[in-house]
T-cell receptor, first 118, second 115 residues
Framework: AQKITQTQPGMFVQEKEAVTLDCTYD???????LFWYKQPSSGEMIFLIY??????QNATEGRYSLNFQKARKSANLVISASQLGDSAMYFC???????????????FGTGTLLAVQP | ETGVTQSPTHLIKTRGQQVTLRCSSQ?????VSWYQQALGQGPQFIFQ???????GRGNFPPRFSGLQFPNYSSELNVNALELDDSALYLC??????????????FGPGTRLTVT
């Protein structure tokens, strides 16, 4: 069964330092996509980064990078040079099937609450 | 901001009542998905609408139903409300063209409290 596991309920990081948020997944589908979303206290889910299962290189988007280890089924998010505005809940999510799949159903983990300290 | 709007922002209902939540998708997006996020949990997929038809559903009972209109806006209806329906309801829109689906963008959510 498809599943996303985030084992860190909460994390602290000093401003300007890097932080890694862990995510492992389970799926029997050889084609899937992995996502990271940020959810501030306002509630809106903000898309951060996407990694396809067949992508050869790790995805990067500005200060965000995804450490994709397919054999270990892990997709950790790395945030470099943390800022106070990065304090939020972070969710890892998976979509099975190719981008051309029939539905856009995302399976989410339970999230990691990140607190950036000055 | 993503351009996806939801109304109302907050809502309080009594057990047994019915509720309708609304979502306007981002311009150019023809697919809308609804998620339920209970406190302290990740969002759970309710269903998806594409071109006014439901084309995917999560593990939710039939009292959760929806509509999509020709302008691609959408409604989520919940009948016979239960206390466990208290949650943040998120709407997400995406584009689907020639069989390809692109990243979905979420609205700010509607927080429903059932008493």
């Amino acid at each position: 069964a498809q599943k996303i596991t985030q084992t860190q309920p909460g994390m602290f990081v000093q401003e300007k330092e890097a932080v890694t948020l862990d995510c492992t997944y389970d799926t029997s589908d050889p084609s899937y996509g992995l996502f990271w979303y940020k959810q501030p206290s306002s509630g809106e889910m903000i898309f951060l980064i996407y990694q396809g299962s067949y992508d050869q290189q790790n995805a990067t988007e500005g200060r965000y990078s995804l450490n994709f280890q397919k054999a270990r089924k892990s997709a950790n998010l790395v945030i470099s040079a943390s800022q106070l505005g990065d304090s939020a809940m972070y969710f890892c999510a998976m979509r099975e099937g190719r981008r051309g799949g029939a539905t856009n159903k995302l399976i989410f983990g339970t999230g990691t609450l990140l607190a950036v300290q000055p | 901001e993503t351009g996806v709007t939801q109304s109302p922002t907050h809502l309080i209902k009594t057990r047994g009542q019915q509720v309708t939540l609304r979502c306007s998708s981002q311009s150019g997006h023809n697919t809308v998905s609804w998620y339920q996020q209970a406190l302290g949990q990740g969002p759970q997929f309710i269903f998806q609408y594409y071109r006014e038809e439901e084309n995917g559903r999560g593990n939710f009972p039939p009292r959760f139903s929806g509509l999509q209109f020709p302008n691609y806006s959408s409604e989520l209806n919940v009948n016979a409300l239960e206390l466990d329906d208290s949650a943040l309801y998120l709407c997400a829109s995406s584009a689907q063209t020639s069989g390809s689906i692109y990243e979905q963008y979420f609205g700010p959510g509607t927080r429903l409290t059932v008493t």
